[in-house]
């Protein structure tokens, strides 16, 4: 008996459209990461690493790291705690919840900067008691944090409610009949069913806070060596002609790109594996 083909495109067609897949990657992928590593190393090593090692550059690499270390644990407890609750409990306003959860996904990033500056701003909403009270949010470390978790609050929730939804509520129902507590149950029974997920979730998370541009840009004033993310480090050494010192940096945002790839195929795979585990 022949073996059923899985699509009906003959071979022509099928080559043609990986060809062009191929080439869409090619020109829009490979070629820009190539030609930031190129640009960067075109003067030697030695210039290379003077620009990593320049302080304003020093200041935006631990900026983006500390940015990244605040925003990314707000952001995986706030997703699980969403999807938990989306997911095992029927409570008033959950659509609206879900609703707001893929809000930052539909509003422009310069427009959720542009809302932080008008409550926290010198003439925002809170700005004159912010000021009373020497507090500073925006053009500060606050306002970048803010600004920060709020682009990249979906991801942990988006990744971990449909993975909760396909498992159902049968194994915490199981546990909880056994006489396991609530925070038993999610210890033992739900985290340990969603630790791949949420870690995927987390991956795309950490990557995001580290690349976000537009709201940071609004509310950080780009203030040299204190509010400069790595990407707006980059943007200014770019305007100012320092090619070198613009790719340098932006090479290791290149990397931070490529290792995230690498650990998402991992998580990817591992998940795979422990479904087709599960499946036989």
């Known amino acids: 008996m022949a073996r059923l083909r899985s ?16 080439g869409f990657l090619t020109f829009f992928l490979a070629l820009p990461l190539i030609a930031v590593f190129f640009e960067a190393l075109e003067q030697g090593l030695g210039m290379f690493l003077d620009a990593i090692k320049d302080p304003d550059a020093i200041a935006a690499i631990r900026l983006t790291l500390i940015i990244a270390a605040i925003a990314v ?6 997703g699980l705690a969403a999807a938990w609750a989306i997911t095992k409990f029927s409570f008033p306003g959950k659509s609206l919840l879900i609703t707001l959860i893929d809000l930052p996904f539909s509003v422009s990033p310069v427009v959720s900067g542009l809302i932080f500056v008008l409550l926290f701003g010198a003439h925002g909403y809170l700005g004159p008691w912010l000021q009373a009270h ?33 498992q159902g509520k049968a194994d915490e129902e199981a546990a909880i009949s056994l006489g396991a507590n609530g925070w038993q149950t999610f210890w033992h029974v739900t985290l340990p069913n969603v630790r791949w997920g949420l ?57 931070l790109a490529l290792v995230t790839l690498v650990a998402k195929s991992l998580l990817e795979w591992r998940f795979d594996l422990r479904h087709e585990g599960i499946g036989h």
Do not use: W
């Open 199 to 255: 870690l995927y979730g987390v991956l795309l998370c950490n990557a995001r806070a580290m690349g976000e541009f537009g709201a940071v840009s609004v509310v950080s004033g780009h203030i040299r060596g204190l509010t400069n993310t790595m990407p707006l480090h980059v943007e200014i050494l770019y305007n100012e002609y320092d090619f070198v010192g613009a790719f340098a940096v932006a090479s290791l945002l290149a990397l």
């Open 7 to 22: 699509t009906t495109e003959d071979r022509l067609t099928q080559g043609v459209l990986i060809a062009l897949a191929l």
């Open 73 to 78: 644990p707000l952001n995986m407890v706030f």
């Open 134 to 166: 020497d507090l500073k949010i925006v053009f500060a470390v606050p306002g970048i944090v803010l600004a920060t978790v709020f682009i990249t609050f979906p991801f942990v929730a988006r990744e971990l409610i449909p993975l909760m939804m396909e």
